[in-house]
């Protein structure tokens, strides 16, 4: 079965750039979703398709993905960032995730 | 406005079957490229895909847990039921459903299932 791997953990100074990668094999071959998970709440899509921003999502956060790596990439973080992130393909119509990434804003 | 709302029992025994309901509204699940699917998050830990039922009724299940579960739709009441058998502790969690064309763009906002004697 496909396989995503995230980092555990990644830090970011506030009003720096963060970046949250998700391996798989030739993950650039299929679209990539993302989600925002905050503390007792429902995942929130943040990025799908790759590189698309759902409506009400800020501009700084977009997406990218090629080769065995696709990336989030999370602009001017604010603490309000701070979450978990899951990336997300579909593979023989099952629904594939990551394991999350924590993000902290320092 | 597109909503979903999970319900089902907070607590079940083990060995019992699980039955969820998913309830949603602003959207129709006879349209085409419509889906529902159901996710689960134990405690701390990361969100796991269980099932997806499509507008022309095909199912798609979770390798790992394909022999437990059981998903059907009633588009005419616009819900999505998910039934497990034979819970276990290991099954406690937080069951989410959610709606997709692409991506799972709209969520529930859970319910947690605890499994205890």
């Known amino acids: 079965s496909y396989e995503l791997t995230q980092p555990l953990s990644v830090s970011v100074a506030l009003g720096q750039t963060a970046r949250i990668t998700c391996g798989g094999n030739n993950i650039g071959s299929k679209n990539v979703h993302w989600y925002q998970q905050k503390p007792g709440q429902a995942p929130v899509l943040v990025i799908y398709?790759?590189?698309n921003r759902p409506s009400g999502i800020p501009e700084r956060f977009s997406g990218s993905n090629s080769g065995n790596t696709a990336t989030l990439t999370i602009s001017r973080a604010q603490a309000g960032d701070e979450a978990d992130y899951y990336c997300q393909v579909w593979d023989s119509s099952n629904v594939v995730f990551g394991g999350g990434t924590k993000l902290t804003v320092l | 406005q597109v909503t979903l709302r999970e319900s089902g029992p907070a607590l079940v025994k083990p060995t019992q079957t699980l039955t969820l309901t998913c309830t949603f509204s602003?959207?129709?699940?006879?349209?085409?490229?419509?889906?529902v699917s159901w996710i689960r998050q134990p405690p701390g830990k990361a969100l796991e895909w269980l099932a997806r039922?499509?507008?022309?009724?095909?199912?798609y299940y979770s390798t790992s847990l394909k022999t437990r579960l059981t998903i059907s739709k009633d588009t005419s009441k616009n819900q999505v039921v998910l039934t497990m058998t034979n819970m276990d502790p290991v099954d406690t969690a937080t069951y989410y459903c959610?709606?997709?064309?692409?991506?799972?763009?709209?969520w529930g906002q859970g319910t947690l299932v605890t499994v205890s004697s």
């Open positions: 959610a709606r997709s064309i692409a991506a799972l763009d709209y």
């Open positions: 602003g959207f129709s699940l006879s349209t085409s490229g419509m889906c």
């Open positions: 398709r790759d590189s």
């Open positions: 039922i499509d507008w022309d009724d095909d199912k």
